[in-house]
């Protein structure tokens, strides 16, 4: 198979219709029908016809030729030119994810299933809320008659994308590089063909939130006292409550339901530490997160696992409070501004964000854990905000936002730009050990399939024969 570019790879929306395929392992023959038209592995229409044919065997599960329509339908949706990507190509990807997944069965690798019915309905808002759709369009667009089958194949899909990804995971867990293989890794590159660094430069910022009072954290924690009295003492439903009640849009729609895992943090460690403290059908007093106040209930205890419930308000802040945080910052600005303070400095004293303020408002790269960001892949908003400041100059106060804030006001300030350069040892040594790092576990991976495509039963369906596959899905042919 002739390798998709591994950026697009990287994008993909897993969209295999997985089939427990449990019985005997014998291709099924295709069925002629003449009211649909057949595509070649190249996607050009043939003149035949098949209703859903049987693609391939691996291990427990089956590939069908709509799941290859699937894949186009997806990657079309999410605006990716398919003209260079053939269905061959979309095959031997769909191929390793069988095999992935059929493994991570076989290693006793599970799945949480209410956290993949929560990404279900994370998923589907999100198609509404993007397109300014209707769940009638939604079911139309993947050719579904009704919402309960969209929901159960988009299951399927989820838990096989979650069990692959988990699998490939596990297989790059202990992979490491050291300073020898990345200097190795350097020097292996011809010198005309070294990778180009963009544009990067440093970042720092002051932030201020607006403080809330005692008064409104007293008011949140009152009206979850009633809350819970109401539940108890009147049998009113948790559930309906946190539906109508509860600021953590993301699980509102369901009630507030979660599933922790002992052995998995998941949430922070105070909501975390309250969940695993309760009984089965105990209900916690009001307790306090960087989130808001909350209250759990706890529904049931699966071994390591607690399927608990929860209402989160979040205090009120003022327009005062609010004016107060923006009059702050401004006067902060001004003091950096007239040379009474460095930004470095101001951040170390004012600044309200923990994760920065002590490296003098430093932001760090996430991926490569340095200070320096590539203004190429920076985060779109963040680089709208700094794209037109020079260099130790400071930008405007601005309003933002985030998870736990509603509101907050930063400054920023731009330092140390470098501009595009070819890969140096020394300056890039991070980023040159994550593409030595990305290498070598490629190379695990290419180890694993082999070894594993030689020890599952694969069946190709004489229609995908004639691909060239970069990996030996063809090896009964070969033996």
Known sequence: MKSINKSIITAFVVTIFAVNFSIAQEIIEDVVDTSKKQRDTTGTNTGRQKVDGVAAVVGDFVVLDSDIDKEYIQLQARGVSIKEISRCQLFGKLLEDKLYAHHAIQDSITVNELEIRSNIEQQISAFLEQKGGSMTELLEFYNKDSEQSLREEMFEINKNAKLAGDMQRKIVEDVEVTPEEVREYYNSIPKDSLPIFGTELKVAQIVVIPEVSEEAKQAVIDRLKEYKADVIENGASFTTKAVFYSDDTAARSKGGAYTLNRKRPQMVKEFRDVAFSLQEGEISEPFETDFGFHIILLEKIRGQEYDVRHILLRPEITNESVLAAK????????????????????????????????????????????????????????????????????????????????????????????????????RDYLKIKSLALQEKQFKAIGIWQEEKIADTYVKINDDYKGCEFNSNWLKTEKE
Do not use: C
């Open 327 to 426: 009059e702050k910052i401004t006067k902060v600005k001004e003091r950096i501004e007239s040379g009474d303070l460095t930004f470095a400095d101001a951040a170390r004293e004012f600044s309200d964000e923990e994760e920065t303020k002590f490296e003098g408002g430093q932001l760090i790269n996430p991926y490569t854990q340095d200070s320096s960001l590539e203004l190429t892949k920076m985060d779109p908003e963040l680089y709208g905000q700094i794209q037109d400041l020079a260099d130790n100059e400071i930008s405007l106060v601005l309003q933002d936002q985030d998870r736990i804030n509603p509101i907050k006001f930063k400054i920023l300030t731009v330092t140390d730009r470098t501009e595009d350069h070819k890969a140096d040892f020394a």
